[in-house]
Structure formats: C-alpha cells, structure tokens
C-alpha cells in the first residue's frame, strides 16, 4: 500500500517492508522485519489496525544529525552511493570510456513508481549521467523479499559496468555474522564471526560458486541458533561469479547485499545489464525460521518438481568406467528388486571414453562399448519399471576429443591460450554460436533418441581465464548455460535435470530456476554428509537435494560406516543408491528393499514439511528432522563419543503444541535399532503418546548410542 505522503508499506507473510520513495532518490529501507501492523490494512487515510500510521512509523526512525558529519540527513538507499551521502563501497559503480565529463557518480531521480500489492517497482534516471535504472522490491507469500534491478546505457559512448549490488540495511543489534565455505567433499562448512566496521565481502571469481562459495550471508542477534534469534540472510540466485556482501559504517549503518561480479561489462549505447535477483529472508525464530521461509519461497516456484520424488539408483560408485551391458543389467535387476524408480548411467557410455582425461565434446554413444547403441540396457531398465536417465557434461571438452581437435577456437580462453588443465579438461565456450548449437543438437538428439527422463548435468572445473570475444567471459557462458538449459527444458519438458558441480560446486537458485535437483556433494561417506546436507538445507529444501547411500567404505574418505547410518542419512533428501549392488549381501538387500519402502512412506512429509535442526542435542550428537501436519521424522545420530555416560533427554522440536504425537522407532525392529546399551529406554519397546509441547519442552531418555549409530523417530498426531 501507499500512502498521501512517499511512504510505503508492503506486507506478506507476517513480514513488513516500509519505504521512503522520494522523487530525487532511490528507495530508502526504514524498516525490513517483523510486521508490526496486525492482520489487517484499511482506511483512506492509510491507518492500520492499533493506530499505527507507517508515515507516522517512519517519522519515529528519523536519525539525529552527528558532528563533522554532512550538513543534511542523507538517504541510505538500496543501491547507496556517494551522491545520496554513503560513505561505504557504492553499489553501482562504473566509467565511461573514453571520459566525456559526464557525472561520476549517479544522482537519481524516480521518473515512475508503481506498488501493486506487495510489490513495487521505480524507474529513476541521471540524464547528465546517461543512465537510467528499473528497481524491483517484491515481498512473496512466503515474506522472502527479491530485489531486481537493470541498470540501461542511455549515452552515446560505453558505459563500463563495475557492479551492481542491491544493499538493505540491517538493524544495530544484528552484531554476528555467518556465512559457509568449504572444498570439494565438504561444501556448506559453517564459520561465524564479529560484525565489525567494513566490508566483509564473500566472492566467488571461478566462474561458478564453487566448493567455497557461501549460499547464505546471514547476520543477526549475538548467539543465534537453528530456534533461537532474530536474523536477516541474502543469497544471489546466480550461477557465475559472484559476491555476497555485509558492511557497517561508523555512522551506525549496517547493509546486506550481494550481485554478480561482473568484470568490467561494457555496455554499448543502448544495452542494459539485469542484475541476477537478490533473494532476502528475515526470521525472529532463527535460522529454522529462515529455512522455513527461503523453502516455502522455493517451494512456490512453478518450476519446483510436482512429482514424488523418485528413488534412484546412480552407477558411478558401481562400475566407474567399466561399462558393460551384462554388468550393468544385473545391476538394473538388483536395483529394482530393492525399489528403486529411476537409474542412472553415469561417465563413460560415449566415444572414447575410457577414462577421465580424454573425449568430453564427443556425446555419440561408443559403439566399441555399446554396438547396439544404449537401446539394450534403456530396454532393460524400463521393461523393470524404471525411468533412465544419463550423466553429461556439456560445458566441457576435453584436449583429447574429436570436437577438441576439429574446433580449437571454441575453447573458453584467448587466441593462442590453453588455460591450465582441470582434470583434464577445458571449458567450452557456450557463448560462441556455433560451439552453443552443437552442444543443443548433440543433447537434444540423446534425450529425444532414448526418450531421457533425466540428465545428470556435470560441471567438474572452474573456468581459469575465461575469455569470450576478446573480454571477460564468465558473464556470458551463464547466461549461454541458461539460455541452453531453457531450450532443452522447452523442448523436453518432461526430462528432469540434476545440477552437479563436481558435487555442490553450483547449487544456487539460478542454476535451480532452470533445474531439479542439486548434487550436493561428491562424497557419500554419512559422516561428511551430515555437515553438508545440514548446511545446504539452510537454503534448499531436502527434495531438491540428492543423498545416496554408499558403499561400506567410502570411495572419498575411506572411512567405514555402519548400514543404519547410511540409511537413515539418506532418508532426508532426494533418496538414492549409489553402490554396487551385484556385491551387496542378501541381507542387505533386504534392508535396503525395507528403507526403499520407508522413503515412499515418507516422502509425502519429508518433501513438504518443515526443517528443524536442534541446537545442541548433546556432545557429538545430532537431531534433525522435518514436521507438518502429518506429524514428524528425526534422525537422532552420534558421530563421536560424548563426556556423558548418558545422552541428555531428547527434545524434539516443531510438532502442533497442543496436539498428542505417538512417538515410536521405524522401523521397529531390525538393523535400524540400537544395540549399544545394556538396555534401552523402555519407550522404544512400545512407543510413546505425548503432547507436542512436552515432546519439544520435556522430552524423552534419549536411546543410547555408539559412535556412528543413528535410529529413525516417527511421531504421528493422534
């Protein structure tokens, strides 16, 4: 709504976003937060319920002028620069070339504001500067607000494009900061800190996040947790290079935003640049609450999967190269047996390729291999009831290939310049037309041959020297990735698509607009897998994200883990099997066929509900799980011995307060139940039936477990 003065309030989802929209600025952020105005907006005079008028709210946060400070109150806008007064990194930075005089630094003037709903969008101008700007804020249904802005060459000479990164401020008492690093086999590792004066900037130049980029930014309250605190978090839905940003001034201001990195984007004369969408969440229920949000968000999308996610069986862990059509229907066999609904053949079906240094670029399916083409084994796989689906890896060519040898040019660097290798292989410049309709046709043909339900979509390097024309060309080759995947997805719309970076390399929202499920990390080993899916969970619901269970010995770490804890790690995502199953006892089998039928049972829940993650379950334990209205799913684990004889009582969180929960182990019986104790809480034996509210306040004897034990926990309502 607006108001008879440059006040605006947009409202959705318990979340208020107020704005000063003066004619000579941009929009200025008063408040980002809580929806302090009740259920309900009405009135002419732009009154809400308890008397609270949002022009009155904002003459309420006007700040007091300092010493030695500028003369007048300066506004602190969403892309703030030295002309409104911020003496911080100015959002939009960029040149003319050649020089000709005109303005530096942009001073806007807003042409045209438009609210509709929880939406408003302002169109600005620098005449003298040449530039004119559209901004985007809109508040969704989950309270998730994105940001949009195009920045436009109104010259008559290039503007040089440095960056463009939406900035909202955040409250004083936001003081902590957490963002996620990590390396290959441990993306999403957590590190917190201080929120001091300057800029803490998390920059991505590999040309993809990569396994240290950080999903989240997040600030808030000193000390806040999964349920506890009040917190603000931004992401940049991109899949190139890219920075997330957090900068306090000494003048008491405190901004969060992020953007591309663009590289010095030269924009000609009448050419305009979309900065990629910068997704902002607020919660007071902590990084729980967050998550609830960003995957409600997510959720909405009309791209999200409206399918049960299928259980899948991935060949990679269990034959690697060695492809052969015996091996691999037995495989097939077993793998249906146990209930999986999609099988996957990973690297090493096309021309030459035996191993991992040679024939990227060549996707023709090796007859010396496969005679008959990949027509047998689809066959096979399907007269099981399984869809089939297929590992590529587009954006890649290696030296060694026929595409390679017959087309130098179409590498991704500059004349005469071979980057340095990554696993042997090169960067194919998707951006060069003929290079981008080779790679559309090659797949096309594969998907429309053997009617593909889905592509493991690989992206193994980051992009060393990436050159296209003459310029930098990591801002090209995503949009080149984007423009490719939309027209296989408008030309195959039933084909699935997994984003895998070597694992969680590329899992952003903007890869995810175009895709259906992320790869979120190369190792399998549930003890790794823990910290990653915990943390990649932070933005990404659990059906988006692929979790298999691995062989005994995990193929990245070497470390043995027991079959309950590969299972029930599984359990919480896109469930999959990624181990040879022609080597797998009977009994095993068994269990698998047992959690395959567990995951169909729950997958309704899991893939719908709510993430809550406890805090501190207790020295080297872990609680996890997900609620709604059909109750609740945990997965209680310990990963390392504890001080304490006895776990602490297990308090398990977001079930209805008010409802009664029967509470029980699943399954009841078998491999999944703890046998470290001398004996076990009596509940275990015959279930429990409690409260929501005493099941999160009082809680019940935890199970006593061994290192690397985890049980499964099942509360129904009642």
Known sequence: MATDSNIVLLRAGEVALLLDVTPDALPQVLHWGADVWGADVGGADARVSGDLDPAALAAATVPALAHSALDDRWPLTVLPGPADGWPGRPALRGHRVPATGAAAFPRWRCTSVDVRGPAVEVVAVDAAAGLSLTLSMALQDSGVLVVGATVRNDGDTPFVLDALTPLLPVPGHARELLDLTGRWCRENTPQRSPLHVGVRSRESWRGRPGHDGTPLLVAGTPGFGFGHGEVWGVHVAWSGDAEHLVERVPEGHTVLGGGELVRSLVLAPGAGYDAPPLVAAWSDAGLDGLSARLHSFVRARPSHPATPRPLVCNTWEAVYFDHDLARLTELADRAAAVGVERFVLDDGWFHGRRDDTRALGDWTVDREVWPDGLHPLVAHVRGLGMEFGLWVEPEMVSLDSDLARAHPDWLLAAPGRVPRAWRHQQVLDLAHPEAFAHVLDALDAL????????????????????????????????????????????????????????????????????????????????????????????????????????????????????????????????????????????????????????????????????????????????????????????????????????????????????????????????????????????????????????????????????????????????
């Not at 809480?681 to 985890?710: C, H, K, M, S």
């Open 447 to 718: 998907i429309g041959t053997y009617a593909l339900d889905a592509l493991k979509w690989d992206h193994n390097r980051d992009l060393h020297e990436p050159v296209h024309d003459g310029a930098p060309g990591a801002h090209a080759q995503t949009r080149a990735l984007y423009r490719l995947l939309d027209e296989l997805r408008a030309r195959h719309p039933r084909c699935e698509i997994e984003s895998c970076a070597s694992g969680g390399a590329r899992a952003d929202l903007g890869v995810l607009a175009r895709t259906d499920r992320v790869w979120a990390s190369d190792t399998t080993d549930p003890v790794e897998r823990q910290a990653v899916q915990r943390w990649t969970g932070l933005l990404l619901p659990p059906e988006l994200v692929g979790a298999h269970v691995g062989a005994p010995v995990s193929h990245t770490t070497g470390r043995a883990s027991g079959l309950p804890l590969r299972l029930v790690s599984s359990l919480f995502g896109h469930a999959g099997i990624e181990w040879d199953l022609t080597t797998v006892p009977a009994d095993d089998l068994e269990r698998l066929r047992d959690w395959a039928g567990l995951y169909k049972e729950l997958r309704g829940l899991l893939h719908t509900g709510r993430t809550v993650r406890a805090d501190d379950p207790g020295e080297g334990l872990l609680l996890h799980g997900v609620v709604g209205p059909e109750g609740g799913v945990y997965a209680y684990l310990r990963l390392d011995s504890g001080a304490d004889a006895l776990a602490p009582r297990l308090r398990l969180p977001g079930l209805d307060p008010a409802r009664r929960h029967r509470l029980r182990l699943r399954p009841e019986a078998g491999e999944l139940r703890p046998s470290f104790a001398i004996a076990q809480p009596p509940w275990l034996d015959t279930g429990v039936e409690l409260t929501g509210a005493a099941l999160a306040r009082v809680g019940v004897a935890a199970p006593l477990l061994a290192p690397g034990q985890a049980v499964l926990l099942h509360a129904v309502p009642l």
